[in-house]
Structures are given as structure tokens and as C-alpha cells.
Nanobody, 121 residues
Framework: VQLQAFGGGLVQAGGSLRLSCKAS????????TAWFRQISGKEREFVGY????????TYADSVKGRFTISRDSAKSLVYLQMNSLAPEDTAVYYC???????????????WGQGTLVTVSS
């Protein structure tokens, strides 16, 4: 499975941005897809995940109510819609996937490259 995250950029505080994660290869094996973010020098932080079957979602408290994860199975895409962005949301965002379980820690088997989100005040 290969993952590619894209859609990052510069946005003003209060604005919105949508990230996309494109899966290829044996993506039919994916059990769950997650988003993490990382600020330089800090640990990778869980943002949320979506289970492939059934669509169950879980979010970190820091983004609950502002961020939404969705998926387009036909296009093998998972989205992270980010609203009401704040400067503290500035980070490199990564998508990740696993064949077996969903996690709130960065132990997923497959990772995409990061995409930078910068929120200006």
C-alpha cells in the first residue's frame, strides 16, 4: 500500500483547508486510515482516524468539532477537512493506514509523506 498526502498550504487563522490522502496498491486491505501531525522537535500527534468498514471515526480532543475525516472509496481517497484553523494547528500532516487495527498512536504500517499546513495569525 502506498499513501500520498497532499493539499497543505498557507491559510489565515479562522480559515479552512482540506487535505487528501490517496491510497494505491493493495488499498483494499486497509482497515483504517488516520491523520497525524507533527511540529518540528515534537512527537507525532494523533488527529483522527476513519475505519474503512462502517466508517467509524475518532478524533483527538484538540480538533473535535473543527476537523472532519471522510472517505471516497471509489477514488481511494481519505479527506481531512479542517475548519476554524488556528496557529497552533500549524504542522506537517501525515496520513497513515493499517491492515489490522486502528490506533491513536503512530504505529500504523503504512505512511504517506507529510504535507505542511501553516496557519498565520
Amino acid at each position: 500500500v502506498q499513501l500520498q498526502a497532499f493539499g497543505g498550504g498557507l491559510v489565515q487563522a479562522g480559515g479552512s483547508l482540506r487535505l487528501s490522502c490517496k491510497a494505491s496498491g493493495d488499498d483494499y486491505k486497509i482497515y483504517a486510515t488516520a491523520w497525524f501531525r507533527q511540529i518540528s522537535g515534537k512527537e507525532r500527534e494523533f488527529v483522527g482516524y476513519i475505519r474503512t468498514s462502517g466508517g467509524r471515526k475518532t478524533y483527538a480532543d484538540s480538533v473535535k468539532g473543527r476537523f472532519t475525516i471522510s472517505r471516497d472509496s471509489a477514488k481511494s481517497l481519505v479527506y481531512l477537512q479542517m475548519n476554524s484553523l488556528a496557529p497552533e494547528d500549524t504542522a506537517v500532516y501525515y496520513c497513515a493506514a493499517d491492515n489490522l487495527l486502528e490506533y491513536m498512536i503512530p504505529r500504523y504500517k503504512y505512511w504517506g509523506q507529510g504535507t505542511l499546513v501553516t496557519v498565520s495569525s
